[in-house]
């Protein structure tokens, strides 16, 4: 067997009676749409729910599967402590799905539970669903910090341990949509909140799972959205499968939205490859990049290609520009893939004979010791982009008004420590969000007064 199918749902706490004490009624569709996928769940009668939740233990750089034959849980955390559940865990697809992470290169196991006590995320579904079905076994996996290709590809793992251990299965993904839809919202209100409500129950309306891989990072964290990935995940589960698709409901009265889709597997469908058609422009895209990069960043990519293929540091090349040799200046090397920052690490002032030297020193830290990051491995190498800034010399300034978020970096001072924002970054659009971040860097507490410089730069 395979996945059954699979289903798009949210996860209000409010919409269990004893906790929403009569505000569940403004989300009545919701209600009913989730009745509808429990039932469907009932008839199915499959063996495994595979529960895909953000609220589950979560790390930057590994998928965490609730370990163990068994968990429980209630809503005392939502004043209703009387309403709980316990769940018996599918240890043998728990197993299967680890080792065949490993083999595809994915970094996900049972290891590392922080809370073994079930979170709303996978409670309020199986609310639902405990009314339709009893007779099943769960396996509860987290989100990771990775890119959502790598989500997918967990997908794909899922389905193939499905396959192999001959499992009549099914998919929760569980997840609210942007909660940004409102002022009176949890996080206010942001013009991104209804822009990726709209466009995600479009897609997944119309199951085009490849269109997930096309969001943002950017634009989902500024959406305020929480099941992303767990949607991404489900589509690589339904990798190269024809499926019915079905919306059945969409609401965000208390500005969260709230959406739920339906998806039966009907078959084998080679033409919806999505990680296959996604990862084709993806590279034919990074091709047009690189044939566009100037002497600055095709250094900094020589640098690390054979630093990750030797582990040795080049000197600086033959051929460069003249100020590439003759000029002394700070500068920073970004690196990102899939959208993804992946390391940046950079210097203020001078601290090399020439500016090359400065490029390919930071260069390799960038990729190896940006204390955030895993070290970048040789098969990432071409999945990078990459820039360089050189960094002007730095002025100080005597209040915000005096600094640009699109034209100055900033860096911020209080005693010994010292923070540096780049200028002109996605994501960060006001100078108020730009002395945060440096503030945070920096360690300096959101309060403190600091001095201020400003610096402009050459982005190359």
């Known amino acids: 067997m395979a996945i059954l199918a699979g289903f798009m749902v949210p996860h209000p706490p409010l919409i269990v009676p004893d906790v929403g004490q009569g505000q569940e009624e403004a989300i009545k569709n919701t209600i009913e749409s989730y009745k509808t996928v429990a039932e469907e769940i009932g008839r199915l009668q499959p063996e495994t729910i595979v529960l895909l939740s953000p609220h589950q233990t979560m790390y930057a750089d590994y998928f965490h599967i609730s370990p163990g034959r068994s968990a429980r849980g209630d809503f005392g955390r939502f004043g209703a402590p009387q309403v709980r559940m316990e769940v018996s865990y599918d240890t043998a697809f728990a197993e299967r799905l680890a080792a065949e992470a490993g083999v595809r290169g994915i970094q996900a196991g049972t290891l590392g539970e922080r809370e073994r006590k079930l979170d709303h995320g996978t409670m309020v579904p199986l609310y639902f669903v405990n009314q339709y079905l009893t007779e099943y076994r769960l396996v509860r996996i987290g989100l990771s910090g990775f890119p959502l290709t790598a989500h997918y590809r967990l997908g794909q793992c899922i389905r193939e341990t499905a396959q192999a251990l001959d499992r009549r299965a099914v998919i929760i993904a569980s997840g609210d949509l942007s909660h940004r839809l409102k002022e009176d919202g949890p996080y206010g209100y942001q013009e991104e909140g209804p822009r990726y409500d709209a466009r995600i129950m479009d897609v997944m309306a119309r199951a085009a799972f490849g269109e997930l891989l096309e969001f943002s990072e950017d634009f989902c964290e500024k959406a305020a959205e929480c099941g992303h990935r767990s949607f991404t995940i489900l589509a690589g589960a339904f990798h190269r499968t024809a499926v019915e698709a079905r919306k059945l409901s969409y609401e965000g009265p208390f500005g969260v939205g709230y959406g ?177 971040i440096a503030k945070q860097k920096a360690g300096i507490r959101e309060g403190e007064a600091v001095a201020l410089e400003r610096f402009e730069v050459v982005r190359h």
């Open 260 to 436: 739920i889709c339906g998806y039966k597997a009907l078959g084998p469908d080679g033409t919806r490859d999505f990680l296959e058609q996604h990862e084709e422009k993806e590279n034919a895209r990074l091709r047009a990049l690189r044939e566009k990069e100037d002497p600055y960043v095709r250094l900094a990519r020589q640098t690390i290609q054979e630093y990750l293929r030797t582990g040795r540091q080049i000197a600086p090349p033959q051929g460069l520009p003249p100020e590439l040799y003759g000029t002394r200046a700070g500068a920073f090397v970004s690196l990102k893939e899939d959208g993804r920052l992946r390391g940046c690490i950079g210097t203020i002032q001078a601290t090399k004979d020439s500016l090359a030297e400065e490029i390919i020193a930071n260069a390799v830290s960038a990729c190896s010791r940006d204390p955030r990051f895993p070290p970048v491995e040789a098969w990432e190498a071409d999945r990078l982009t990459i820039s360089v800034d050189v960094l002007g010399e730095t002025e100080p300034v005597t209040s915000p008004e005096e600094l640009d978020a699109g034209r100055y970096g900033v860096i911020v001072t209080k005693g010994l420590k010292r923070g540096l924002l780049l200028p002109n970054l996605e994501g960060v659009d006001t100078v108020e969000q730009q002395i945060a």
